[in-house]
């Protein structure tokens, strides 16, 4: 299942959102070339018969998830990157968002409009099985729209977006064939079943924390499988899997180990790792000049936001968000963030399409059209929340104090937090930065434990506009007390619409109507830049981000070290 994910905002770009077709047109605001020395052109798609059999390939990401349920409300973009390696990946996309079947799951894919609804036919290849022996087949199909559809409120999902709007799935001709019938057209439907579950996460017991601290390997299928798994030191390991039907993969292993960025550094530059993140100006110089190794870089698709938290006692009150979100000077944020790089960009302004993508609007423009100290000063009178002899905002005998968790040990991370503190106070909101660590994202998220927090949205095919429930229903996995009931209505009726670009510029409308809440602020979007031990190929999601390959997925088989 594609959608977008959360993840951290760590440094100058957070890991990956989705949306880029290659129709789309258009091009970043300025592109990352001036970074990257070598871009992921030639390093993608590259025939098997020149990729080595064997070796091993270590990568970092932010943290080793509890919860390995990337369906589950809790996974985040962390999750899903650990899943794809031992679990089904029916469908595989390139760099700019063209997808495709495959085969090794799917021998065929056929789209139909009956009677007005959108009918998608799977015909599953008879090889596939899950590692337990129960074959993959139309029931796969049914487990995912039953625990995703959000009609049985037993299961905790991730999203509904789509899976909601499906009236059935059924056997087709035999049992390996699965017909998917929409309750009417939907447009997106290649961004749906882009993985399945096995059928025993049909339990809500096994869906919501069956997976927790637990991978449950005998439920996945795929080249590989889970060789070991270790929460204390926060390291996954793949091997090859001997239930796998086809090609084998080119590696012999794949580690993926939870570690801050600075450890990332440290330990590409003493080969313990094969990539590392180098996104920002600091982490660009340290890794300057080690030997046999090469930048690349792409696009982002991601989108970081700071997310103003609508339950918090003290940010109850509309006017509190609003004059939060009014005395953010995002320039001056996005300056802190790439200084160095030679990258510039204008400050997002949506959280549902990307600047390069047909039908994207600076919605955000619309509701705070510039940085404005004095009318935020005039919403926090208004709200009763009174200057102080020290300049910080009082009310009945509270000092109008926030806390911003800040999970980055980056200088630009830490710089990015104190130039944000230095705006709140000058509004009068004393912000307190709060240092933890990257592996407690989770628990920040999943528990609320910030006011303020930077964050990022992770998408990863090319069907934004699809996802738009999940980050503003009302029981969106994404959302922190944004919208109503009546909004809920709204966005259904926009997600029936069966024209693309009518559909898109309908959500523009809702976007900008629901960033009135001021429970979202989009800050920026940046390029994606890793720098690795050079010879990887078709190595999607490298680092934790999209290892500067935009919407590009291969099969995982696929990856590897070049001959």
């Excluded at 039908?359 to 059209?369: H, I, K, L, R, T």
Aim: with cysteine; proline share 6%.
């Amino acid at each position: 299942m594609k959608q977008r994910r959360i993840h951290l905002a760590a440094t100058a770009v957070v890991a990956s959102l989705t949306l880029a077709l290659s129709a789309c047109g258009g091009a970043p605001n300025n592109p990352p070339a001036p970074i990257g020395e070598t871009s992921s052109e030639g390093v993608l798609d590259v025939p098997r018969d020149q990729i080595k059999d064997g070796g091993k390939l270590v990568t970092p990401m932010t943290e080793i998830t509890p919860q390995f349920n990337t369906f589950q409300a809790d996974g985040s973009l962390y999750t899903r990157l650990v899943w794809e390696w031992y679990n089904p990946v029916m469908m595989t996309f390139s760099k700019d968002g063209e997808w495709k079947a495959n085969p090794d799951y799917l021998t065929d894919v056929k789209e139909e409009t009956v009677d007005g609804k959108t009918k998608i036919t799977y015909t599953i290849n008879p090889k596939a099985v899950f590692n337990d022996g129960t074959p993959i087949d139309w029931r796969a199909f049914d487990t995912v729209w039953k625990t995703n559809s959000g009609k049985d409120e037993r299961f905790l999902q991730s999203s509904t977006d789509g899976y909601e709007r499906i009236a059935s799935v059924e056997k087709g001709a035999d049992d390996r064939q699965a017909v998917v019938t929409f309750e009417g057209a939907w447009a997106w439907w290649q961004g749906l079943f882009n993985y399945v579950e096995h059928p025993a996460l049909a339990d809500p017991e096994v869906f919501n924390k069956g997976y927790i601290d637990k991978p449950n390997e005998q439920y996945g299928a795929g080249p590989y499988t889970i060789d070991t798994y270790d929460k204390q030191n926060q390291t996954v390991s793949f091997k090859r899997n001997d239930k796998w039907w086809g090609d084998p993969g080119k590696l012999d292993s794949r580690v993926m180990r939870g570690m801050e960025s600075s450890a990332q550094l440290n330990a590409f530059k003493n080969g313990e790792i094969d990539a590392a993140t180098s996104t920002t100006a600091e982490q660009l110089k340290q890794l300057e000049g080690v030997p046999d190794t090469e930048r690349r870089s792409a696009s982002a698709t991601s989108v970081a936001l700071l997310q103003i938290n609508p339950k918090s006692e003290k940010l109850s009150d509309i006017k509190v968000r609003q004059a939060i979100a009014t005395g953010i000077d995002r320039e001056q944020i996005k300056n802190v963030v790439f200084q160095g790089t030679g990258y510039t960009e204008q400050p997002m302004g949506s959280l549902s399409l990307l600047p390069y993508q047909k039908g994207y609007a600076d919605n955000f423009a619309q509701v705070v059209p510039k940085p404005d100290p004095e009318k935020s000063g005039q919403l926090l009178d208004e709200a009763g929340w009174a200057k102080g002899p020290d300049g910080i905002r009082e009310k009945g005998g509270q000092k109008l104090t926030l806390v911003f968790p800040n999970l980055t040990d980056t200088a630009t991370g830490k710089a990015r937090a104190q130039a944000l503190q230095a705006q709140m106070k000058a509004i009068g909101v004393d912000m307190q930065v709060q240092q933890r660590p990257s592996s407690d994202f989770s628990a920040v998220w999943t528990k609320k434990e910030f006011d303020l927090f930077m964050m990022g949205f992770s998408q990863s095919d090319p069907y934004g506009m699809a996802y738009f429930g999940q980050v503003w229903n009302t029981d969106g996995s994404l959302n922190v007390g944004d919208g109503s009931p009546e909004f809920d209505k709204k966005i259904a009726e926009m997600g029936a619409i069966a024209d693309t670009d009518a559909q898109i510029a309908r959500g523009n409308e809702l976007e900008v109507e629901a960033l009135q809440n001021f429970g979202k602020v989009p800050m920026y979007m940046g390029p994606d830049i890793i720098t690795v031990k050079k010879g990887i190929v078709n190595g999607e999601r490298l680092t934790g981000s999209y290892g500067a390959t935009q919407f590009y997925i291969a099969r995982p088989q696929d990856t590897g070290w070049l001959k």
